[in-house]
């Protein structure tokens, strides 16, 4: 079953910590954290490193590209979506959805490139669609 | 390892009617359920000084509770907590009893799951405000439990080539259980091909791999070793508790794999340790099965099986009644009702009583039949140690061992 309707995507507030990544996203832009102490990035996007407790954050542009970590269709909805885990190039792996494709023909592993969708009234929110 | 091995127990157990529209308070419930565990103990109002309870903003607090029992109360807490809690808060009893704050205490959970506080994105939630982790959530559609599960299944598919008809083996087993219970809400058995067959929840989860929404209230009545011993039931002990046990960076821990681990990766040492005991030794398992697949992901982690083997483990037959250490003998949150766990607990106090209450005639005294055919007898022979594994998410859990 093919799926190319749009499902509405509620709007994520905005606020001072992560106003600059939703900026981005309205440039078509996908912001990653990373602690300039460890050099670890994160996401979602923290003031202090999850992993080392340092306030030394800064951020930076992924490339956007990646791969299926894991994934699941949602049938108990007016219209079935793909949520998915896609772990980008950076080694950062994020909550997402797989969109604009056949939600049947998802498979883990698969190449993925990010693609940003609008919400209702807010930034839109970084997806994914196959390679 | 610090243990209070065998210096508690569980000497009281009650619960409600399990249905689907109670028509009364959580309030009244956990009254009645409250009232049956003391009343099952053979204990007295006035034996009572300590209770606790765990709730979503969808209950009544224990000290609303108590005086409707005429119970005064030394200690008392309510925490926020779903599944895992009861294995948990029976070791924060233990540690409430051992501080010298008070000597006896019930725990319990009273939800109208069904006719009013649904869980997951149904209902009135779906109109709820985002907020809090929903930020990262929301916009991608992640509203329910078995949303949020469902990548840990697949990956699990992915990584060990699990298939859907072994996991449905779970629900099959649970069913023939609930077959010998009375209370259950679910009683009729279902074949493999029923389950897969079910239509799509969200993928891997049919609608006969998801547990049922129930109105319920359970109840435990946690003391010493020495009080246990004056209670008119055979005392069961505690050998080990661990809970609530979190996997690293709990919110997140699909950013850091990997997602088939779960949390008994890290709470089977603590509650193994403290007992003295491995797998190998347990009679019975009470694997929390808000789905199928969360039954199996446990039993593997705490060392039932291989870990990746779970699909073959609980395809084989082991897990039911008349093998070799059946899970969920009560029929489990997939088929006797839902009740964020304490109701697995319930069942294991009783099968190592030996007195289940299934329907041979003589259940209350302890004599079975041990036929296992539907409508009979779900008593475990001979049952010494049983263990239950509590899951809340992949990456929290609790798990408690007991004897008797």
């Known amino acids: ?131 | 390892m610090k243990t209070l091995r065998d210096r508690y127990g569980i000497v009281g157990v009650g619960e409600t009617e399990y249905s689907r529209g109670s028509n009364r308070t959580t309030r009244a419930m956990a009254v009645e359920a409250v009232r049956k565990a003391i009343l099952d103990a053979g204990l007295t109002a006035a034996d009572v000084d300590g209770m606790m309870s765990y709730q979503n903003g969808d209950s009544t607090p224990a000290n609303w509770v108590a005086p409707d029992l005429g119970i005064r109360l030394n200690f008392y807490m309510d925490v926020v907590g779903g599944g895992s809690s009861t294995e948990a808060l029976i070791g924060l009893a233990m540690g409430a009893i051992e501080a010298g704050m008070c000597s006896t205490v019930a725990i319990f959970r009273s939800m109208n799951g069904y006719s009013e506080f649904r869980i997951g994105g149904t209902g009135v939630r779906a109109a709820q405000p985002v907020r809090g982790l929903d930020l990262a959530q929301v916009p991608f559609g992640m509203r329910s439990a078995g949303q949020n599960f469902a990548l840990t299944f697949m990956r699990h598919m992915y990584e060990y080539g699990t298939t859907s008809e072994q996991v449905a083996h779970v629900k099959v087993a649970h069913s023939k259980h609930a077959s010998q219970n009375p209370k259950a809400l679910l009683k009729e058995r279902v074949t493999v091909e029923d389950v897969v067959g079910s239509r799509w929840i969200v993928k891997p989860l049919h609608l006969l791999d998801c547990c049922l929404e129930t109105d319920n209230a359970t109840c435990l009545i946690v003391t010493s070793a020495e009080r246990a011993r004056d209670c008119r039931p055979r005392p069961v002990y505690v050998m080990g508790v661990a809970g609530r046990v979190n996997k690293p960076r709990t919110d997140f821990h699909w950013a850091h794999g990997p997602i088939t681990r779960v949390a008994g990766h890290y709470a089977r040492d603590i509650v193994f340790g403290q007992a003295g005991i491995g797998p190998e030794d347990v009679d019975v398992t009470g694997s929390y099965d808000a789905f199928t697949f969360t039954t199996m992901l446990q039993l593997e982690e705490y060392g039932f099986c291989p870990k990746g083997e779970g699909g073959a483990y609980v395809s084989s037959g082991t897990i039911e009644l008349g093998g070799k250490r059946p899970n969920n003998t009560a029929g489990g949150h997939l088929c006797e009702g839902y009740t964020h766990g304490m109701s697995m607990v319930i069942e294991n106090v009783r099968q190592l009583r030996g007195t289940v209450d299934d329907y041979c005639p003589g259940a209350a005294d302890g004599v079975h039949t041990y036929d296992y055919g539907p409508g009979r007898c779900r008593q475990v022979r001979d049952a010494e140690i049983a263990m239950n594994l509590g899951w809340a998410m992949p990456p929290t859990g609790s798990a408690l061992i007991l004897r008797r």
């Open chain 1, 1 to 131: 079953m093919s799926v190319r309707e749009e499902r509405p995507i509620p709007a994520p507030p905005v606020n001072p910590e992560t106003r600059p990544f939703w900026d981005a996203a309205a440039a078509g832009r996908l912001l990653l954290k990373r602690c300039a102490a460890c050099t670890q990035p994160h996401h979602y996007p923290r003031v202090i490193c999850p992993f080392c407790g340092s306030d030394r954050t800064e951020w930076t542009e992924a490339t956007g590209r990646g791969t299926v970590y894991s994934y699941s269709v949602f049938r108990r909805a007016p219209i079935p979506y793909a949520i998915a885990y896609v772990t980008l190039a950076e080694g950062v792996t994020m909550m997402t959805n797989i969109v604009d494709c056949d939600v049947d023909a998802i498979r883990i592993g698969q190449p993925v490139r990010v693609v940003f969708k609008p919400t209702e009234g807010g930034p839109p929110v970084p997806m994914f669609t196959p390679a």
